[in-house]
């Protein structure tokens, strides 16, 4: 393994078997720190696809609506992540994953999209409930500061 030759201080001598595991672990708690990520800058990106697409973002009912859409598709992240057992990754439970050859792409799409949506759903609300706001200054070293309000 090339890991080896690349960082010998630490005297990595596994094998392959350990560089699947720890590919597995790294790729699911990956797809949720981008989540996160997305969630945390949510206001921030509908704002420029606004700005791009001539849309404006306001409304009562558009609002509604985006949130009625946003339950929904959170909801079935939820039923995705229990389905496909993904809990189980995330702590190494089960170290194998079987690609489903039965299973069309898009499904299989449309189910991690889902899972996305619901981790940067939940980071974007605690946002909010931490009162996170943006800085006043662009010298400020953090890209936000949080209050509780």
Known sequence: ??????????????GIASARQLHMITAYW???????????NWVMITGMAGKVFHVKLGGKKRKILFRL???????YGIYALYVHRVYEYLILKNMFMFWDYERPAWQVIFDDTAMLYLFAAIAYYVKIFLGCKAPQSRDFPVDYICRKK
Request: hydrophobic residues 55%; without cysteine.
């Open 69 to 75: 859409i946003s339950v929904l598709v959170s909801a």
């Open 1 to 14: 393994m090339m890991s080896g030759y690349v960082f010998p201080m630490f005297s990595i001598h596994s």
């Open 30 to 40: 990956g797809l949720i720190l981008l989540s996160a990520h997305l969630g945390y």
